[in-house]
């Protein structure tokens, strides 16, 4: 059998090695230091993962993107100073309640046909332009709500043309780097996760050549 040389947790045959362990007169205990390690390892990985896939997508839908929701559904026909296919959107939240916008935003003919004479009066105003019916969660049309009121309180700002980056999302953003973060993150975890599976294997077949 050739010489070999422990490195690690491989076993490596190299000509003229000379075996190489944490504890060079107790290879057993080596290898098991080595193993606990890599196991421990392999649970953070492992945890890590969890977490993305049952945590991650939990905070995110209890934390709706406003301006996301905005800028995919209302900006067409709203913007939050001026007046564009329906009227400017700033200090909404001042001249109705929320329980009224709610209903407003997640169905406005229903509102009309209740004779409602706010929602009626605007109706009116507005040429009779039927607003789309959004089928969202409370939680989505606050983050929206927020959302005009946090651009609201800040001054207004020209609409930057298409060759300054104009209409790649809001404020000249695609709206994707944190989701591009958060794929990019899960791979590298991902790809520590299968080199630290790849040595547990080498180990335990380690193990069992030396024992």
């Not at 490596?12 to 421990?40: A, C, D, E, H, N």
């Not at 709610?102 to 169905?107: A, G, P, S």
């Not at 930057?160 to 794929?183: H, I, K, Q």
């Amino acid at each position: 059998m050739p010489k070999t040389r422990d490195f690690g947790a491989w076993r490596l045959f190299l000509p003229g090695g000379k075996p190489f362990l944490l504890y060079p007169s107790r290879p057993k205990l080596s290898l098991m230091i080595l193993s606990r390690l890599l196991t421990v390892l392999g649970r953070g990985a492992l945890s890590i993962i969890l977490l993305h896939f049952f945590i991650a997508p939990q905070v995110v839908l209890a934390q709706p993107n406003g301006a996301e929701l905005f800028a995919n559904n209302c900006a067409s026909c709203h913007k939050i100073h001026e007046d564009l296919v329906g009227p400017a959107l700033k200090g909404i939240e001042q001249r109705r309640d929320q329980a009224w916008l709610l209903k407003w935003i997640r169905n406005s003919q229903a509102v009309i046909a209740s004779g409602d004479p706010y929602a009626v009066k605007l109706y009116e105003k507005w040429n009779k332009s039927v607003m789309s019916a959004f089928d969202w969660s409370d939680e989505e049309i606050i983050a929206v709500l927020a959302y005009i009121k946090e651009e609201g309180a800040k001054a207004p700002v020209a609409a930057a043309s298409p060759a300054d980056g104009g209409g790649a999302g809001l404020d000249g953003n695609s709206g994707g780097g944190s989701g591009e973060f958060t794929s990019l993150t899960l791979w590298v975890v991902l790809f520590a996760a299968g080199i630290i599976i790849l040595l547990l294997s080498l180990l335990q077949r380690q193990y069992r050549l030396l024992f």
